[in-house]
């Protein structure tokens, strides 16, 4: 690097302040990590526990499964429609099997 020349800063540092001292801690170990597999475990893990916690909460179930489908999408690199019809089609699921459920809440959820 030239003298006088900034090097760009880390992202360790530009985020620190928002972290916890525990996030600031696993953060270099995260910052290993390659691929969204782990990511795509670790939002499977949190959407099974939100609705395990608070399953008349459809608006966190559908935004988990959204984010759940952009993952997985990103991860198989699949083409816009076929994201779209994956999300449809556990949306379809979700009326189905939770419709009889919770009638109130997946009624004109879709």
């Not at 006088?4 to 880390?10: A, T």
């Not at 916690?53 to 991860?75: C, Q, Y």
């Amino acid at each position: 690097m030239a003298k006088g020349e900034r090097r760009p800063p880390r992202p360790t540092r530009f985020y620190s302040r928002s972290l916890s001292e525990a996030e600031r801690l696993a953060l270099p170990q995260a910052e290993d990590i390659q691929g969204l597999d782990q990511e795509i475990a670790l939002l499977r893990v949190k959407l099974r526990t939100a609705l395990e916690e608070r399953p008349e909460d459809l608006k966190l179930m559908l935004k988990g499964i959204e984010l759940l489908v952009r993952a997985l999408s990103t991860r198989y690199r699949l083409p816009r429609q076929s994201q779209e019809d994956l999300s449809e089609a556990i949306r379809g699921v979700l009326h189905e099997v939770g419709g009889p459920l919770y009638p109130e809440l997946l009624g004109d959820a879709a």
